[in-house]
């Protein structure tokens, strides 16, 4: 069987291991906390009895994918597995130089950041080669896109098997280089600003801009909605990534959102952002 060990049971690691466990992998999902451990397993255990539900999923099937799934709260599980994804917030390049250690010697390192240099991440490890950006998409179970990132060491051999392990999950990888932002966040952040900049300008209500958006360029959901889903401190770090890494002013955060961030407005985890949410 194969092994993946997931860094992180949020929203992203949980979702993550979710897939790989769906697709036959045996997985050991590490985080410090044994509530979010808890926490992340309800929400897999959830998000399969919706697919049932749906019909994409036999009844059978949760609880033969939720066996795959083991959990601990040290780095060091992550011995045994060929793969290792980290999924977490805090420090990657420090966690990083911790995995490299505990990882097994051919182990590939892959990070799920959405905008942090994998050069600088794979500098701290003594396999450089081995570490390569995997961003899968929120939420991880319905999305298709997986962008996969080469840092400046990251061998072909390394890109070729994590191409193929995303496919083999039923995903469609994309190859990009190492660029703050990379493709992604590199187009939506910045639509995501301006929308942010329009509303502080008082060109449009935030809910003017979304329907402009939604109705005008057939977006599914509005720039100012999928920020709140995102999180308005993680579009507030992943814009100051790429406004430092590449020194160009037009990736400057807008001042409402540095605000909003700061009052504890982050959009759907906090219950306000542009909207309001309930419980």
């Known amino acids: 069987m194969k092994r993946v060990a997931v860094i992180g049971a949020g929203t992203m690691g949980n ?4 897939v790989f466990a769906q ?3 045996g997985v050991t999902l590490v985080d410090v ?3 979010a451990l808890e926490k992340g397993l309800a929400t897999i255990r959830a998000n399969l009895d919706r697919q049932v539900k749906k019909g994409t999923l036999a009844e059978d099937a949760p609880a033969r994918i939720l066996a795959l799934v083991a959990t601990a709260t040290a780095l060091e599980a992550v011995a045994g597995a060929e793969l290792v994804v980290e999924a977490a917030t805090e420090n990657p390049a420090l966690k990083f130089k911790i995995l490299d250690t505990a990882a097994d010697p051919t182990a590939i390192l892959a990070t799920n950041t959405s905008s942090i240099s994998i050069t600088a991440i794979a500098a701290r490890t003594k396999r450089p080669a081995q570490v390569i950006g995997m961003h899968f998409m929120n939420p991880v179970p ?3 896109l997986v962008e996969v990132i080469r840092g400046h060491a990251t061998s072909d051999a390394t890109t070729q098997a994590t191409l193929a392990i995303a496919t083999a999950l039923g995903k469609t990888p994309v190859e990009v280089n190492d660029y703050p932002g990379f493709v992604a966040n590199r187009i939506l952040m ?3 600003n301006e929308a942010v900049y329009t509303v502080m300008e008082g ?5 003017a801009v979304d329907t402009v958006m939604k109705l005008g360029m057939a977006h599914p959901m509005g720039p100012l909605a999928l920020a709140d889903f995102i999180g308005l401190d993680v ?5 100051e990534v790429m ?4 020194g160009d002013p037009k990736y400057r955060p807008c001042p409402l959102l540095r605000r909003m961030v700061a009052a504890g407005h982050l959009g759907r985890k906090s219950g306000q952002g542009f909207y309001q949410y309930g419980e």
């Open 33 to 35: 906390a044994p509530a």
């Open 203 to 207: 060109v449009a209500t935030p809910e």
């Open 142 to 144: 319905v999305m298709k």
């Open 23 to 25: 697709h036959n992998w």
């Open 190 to 192: 910045p639509m995501i």
């Open 15 to 18: 979702g993550i291991a979710h």
């Open 235 to 239: 579009c507030l770090a992943i814009l």
């Open 243 to 246: 406004h430092h890494g590449l």
